[in-house]
């Protein structure tokens, strides 16, 4: 039986991959022999290429602030050319404001639509002529539950995760006939830097009453979730938002 995790020969590129969520997945791919190209806001990588290097991956790094237009212009094309190819993009990057639909500024949505959305819209686009050319290709969004049960104070995240959603669907319809599948994630509550607050006693428990599984998740759990989807384990999933949330959105 094939080996569908092993991603040897792969390259894949991960947005807001330096911490988190997306260190994570960029660890799970360079752990399984697939080249990664990190696209991250920082202007340098930290700790990360080395920590590539040790489990035995192929990393670079490029600096890019996905909200600017202009950082955003040719970044798949760089990318490219450090790996020598694409056959993976996760659109991971984000950012969260705490806000309403009553004390959203025009700023903010506009930062989190650029991040959030058009981001996404973006380097997509960019990555579609190397996908198509090579007949095969993964695209894998990550959304939120916020886009199904938005809890009243992240609004402009919701609205814009919603739309990942929707883009998700509507580009596996077009992509689909050129061998590449085009899915999301969409995470609940997950230990990051973002989240720690989530994590402090008294509030985790709060917060755990509402998850069937008693607990929060993990970054390796989001990252599990995406190698199925960049791998051959998904050849026949296409514009599905795969929910990681320890059953939150259907209790």
């Given at each position: 039986?094939?080996?569908?995790?092993?991603?040897?020969?792969?390259?894949?590129?991960?947005?807001?991959?330096?911490?988190?969520?997306?260190?994570?997945?960029?660890?799970?791919?360079?752990?399984?022999?697939?080249?990664?190209?990190?696209?991250?806001?920082?202007?340098?990588?930290?700790?990360?290429?080395?920590?590539?290097r040790?489990?035995?991956?192929k990393?670079?790094?490029?600096?890019?602030?996905?909200?600017?237009?202009?950082?955003?212009?040719?970044?798949i094309?760089?990318?490219?050319?450090?790996?020598?190819?694409?056959?993976?993009?996760?659109?991971?990057?984000?950012?969260?404001?705490?806000?309403?639909?009553?004390?959203?500024?025009?700023?903010?949505?506009?930062?989190?639509?650029?991040?959030?959305?058009?981001?996404?819209?973006?380097?997509?686009?960019?990555?579609?002529?190397?996908?198509?050319?090579?007949?095969?290709?993964?695209?894998?969004?990550?959304?939120?539950?916020?886009?199904?049960?938005e809890?009243?104070?992240?609004?402009?995240?919701?609205?814009?995760?919603?739309?990942?959603?929707?883009?998700?669907?509507?580009?596996?319809?077009?992509?689909?006939?050129?061998?590449?599948?085009?899915n999301?994630?969409?995470?609940?509550?997950?230990?990051?830097d973002?989240?720690?607050?989530?994590?402090?006693?008294?509030?985790?428990?709060?917060?755990?009453?509402?998850?069937?599984?008693?607990?929060?998740?993990?970054?390796?759990?989001?990252?599990?979730?995406?190698?199925?989807?960049?791998s051959?384990?998904?050849?026949?999933?296409?514009?599905?938002?795969?929910?990681?949330d320890?059953?939150?959105?259907?209790?």
């Amino acid at each position: 039986m094939e080996n569908y995790l092993d991603f040897s020969g792969k390259k894949a590129v991960v947005t807001g991959g330096r911490r988190g969520l997306g260190k994570a997945m960029v660890l799970a791919l360079a752990e399984r022999g697939a080249s990664v190209a990190v696209i991250s806001k920082s202007p340098d990588a930290g700790n990360l290429m080395e920590e590539i290097r040790k489990c035995g991956g192929k990393g670079f790094y490029l600096s890019a602030d996905l909200a600017q237009p202009e950082d955003r212009k040719g970044i798949i094309g760089r990318a490219v050319e450090c790996l020598n190819g694409i056959d993976i993009l996760v659109n991971n990057a984000g950012l969260q404001f705490q806000e309403t639909a009553e004390t959203c500024t025009p700023e903010q949505w506009k930062l989190s639509q650029s991040v959030l959305l058009d981001a996404v819209f973006d380097l997509s686009r960019q990555a579609i002529p190397y996908l198509k050319k090579q007949k095969s290709g993964k695209i894998v969004n990550i959304a939120s539950i916020c886009a199904f049960r938005e809890g009243g104070w992240n609004f402009s995240y919701g609205v814009m995760k919603a739309g990942v959603v929707g883009m998700t669907r509507c580009m596996a319809n077009s992509l689909a006939r050129y061998g590449i599948q085009v899915n999301a994630i969409a995470p609940g509550i997950i230990r990051t830097d973002l989240t720690a607050s989530c994590f402090e006693k008294e509030r985790y428990e709060e917060i755990c009453r509402k998850y069937p599984a008693g607990r929060l998740g993990e970054p390796e759990e989001i990252a599990g979730a995406m190698l199925f989807l960049a791998s051959g384990m998904s050849s026949f999933v296409n514009g599905q938002t795969l929910v990681v949330d320890g059953g939150f959105c259907g209790n």
